[in-house]
């Protein structure tokens, strides 16, 4: 392509796309092929929280969680709150406690000395039981999408909370689900398949009110 060579690329890039039929930009893209402001494209919001000894999941009870979500998301979106290319931001990816909420607890507390730790032993101390453990894991999920949607709210209100993508929408517990549609802005989920089964979409529009996003 000559000395021009990086621009010639993308504009290759976009035509390909055109021609292909694809209407957008996937999360996790190059930020010079979405940059160019040619293609509507999503963004995934980061350092929010998401703690990898907790499974993917965030401790929403240390005294710093809010402060830092608020900072990281703001610092984040300003940029783009104004651009009608951004469709909406993502929070995260197949979070792998789904599923896993009774062993996530036992990490938690045969782990090290935590807020959530100390929130979970309280809990608990009222009645132990598996479903009481599922319920906290699922609280605390709820107040990290409910203050991770009130801050993206507060510094962007042009564009689409569009949540988490979910792995395999068959066998999410119905309690995550409607928790989510209460908060998010589209239901978004992952599909491995040549294309998603009449099965899964079912159990996608069982209950959130919402549109969705397949990825």
């Known amino acids: 392509y000559g000395e021009e060579y990086k621009q010639k690329a993308l504009d290759l890039a976009r035509k390909r796309m055109d021609k292909w039929g694809l209407n957008h930009i996937a999360n996790l893209s190059s930020s010079d092929v979405y940059s160019m402001n040619r293609k509507a494209f999503v963004l995934q919001v980061r350092n929010i929280g998401i703690d990898f000894e ?56 045969e782990g090290k000395d935590r807020p959530i730790k100390t929130e979970l032993t309280k809990y608990l101390a009222e009645d132990d039981t598996p479903q009481r453990r599922i319920d906290f894991i699922h609280n605390t999920f709820q107040t990290f999408l409910k203050n991770t949607d009130h801050a993206m709210e507060h510094y962007d209100q042009n564009h689409l909370n569009i949540g988490i993508r979910f792995g395999n929408v068959l066998e999410i517990d119905r309690h995550i689900l409607e928790i989510s549609k209460h908060i998010v802005d589209v239901l978004s989920f992952n599909c491995y398949d040549l294309y998603p089964k009449e099965e899964r979409m079912t159990r996608a529009l069982e209950i959130p009110a919402c549109p969705m996003i397949i990825g």
């Open 54 to 109: 907790l499974m993917g999941l965030a401790d929403v009870y240390a005294p710093d969680f809010k402060p830092n979500v608020d900072n990281s998301i703001k610092s984040y979106v300003e940029q783009y709150k104004d651009n009608p290319w951004v469709l909406g931001y993502f929070i995260g990816n197949e979070p792998a406690w789904l599923e896993q909420e009774e062993r996530l607890c036992s990490l938690i507390l």
